[in-house]
């Protein structure tokens, strides 16, 4: 014991208590309580310790040497406990619940195999019949084409031509529309009213041309009649009058115009 330690080294060096006490500034009892292993009467462990640690240098003891039999005094060593022997009730009791266990093992899996002969004979016998196949309808025959040059092509392609015309109206409006080609010979001043409605200021010189078209008409009024030559509707209408005479002009209207 670590008291044992320290108070037979005491003895030996012919210190009391109340010397070291004084000299350690450590309670007397403390010192007492050390030596006599009562350390329940002294502090909390690390305090007790440090008073055994100082005590033990004080007495030129090594101080690891009884820290560590203080230590083993406080802590005894764990004797393991033995199993207590198994008595033959107690076997027996405890193979019963192993059969119990394996005999509710084989009926789960026995319940197990009986539902899956269940099922799979339901699966069987009850199965919904696969939805029929129906069977492809019937196209009627594409009639035969047509053979070029036939009555029927004839009037299919007349059908086809109003068809399209119906669809669009402006390809026979366009048809019907007027052009003027007005083509200068000398400097001259043309004023051009399309329709009307739309009225055009032009001055040509020598060798230059105008191009104009109109759904109804022209109405010109030439300043060198003689300067110009006319072309309306593909047609060359040559000079409308005299150099340096002014003139008017309605076309179609005046299609037959004299010089």
Known sequence: MPGEILKKK???????????????????????????????????????????????????????????????KLSPPVIEKQPDPITPAENTVKEEKTDKRYSATAITLSAAAVAALLIAFSLLFFAPEEPKTPLPEKTAPTPPALQPGSHVQEKENIKKAKTEAAANPQVEKTAKEHSLEILASDKTWILVTIDNTESKELLLNKGESAKLSAKKGFSLKIGNAGGIKLIFDGKDMGLPGENGKVITLNLPSDINFTR
């Open 10 to 72: 005491r003895e030996e060096l012919g210190y009391n208590l109340k010397e070291i006490a004084k000299t350690l500034k450590i309670r007397s009892d403390y010192l007492k309580a050390i030596e006599e292993g009562t350390f329940e009467k002294l502090p909390v462990e690390v305090y007790t310790k440090g008073y055994i640690r100082e005590y033990a240098k004080f007495l030129k003891t090594d101080p690891e040497v009884v820290i560590k039999a203080y230590i083993e």
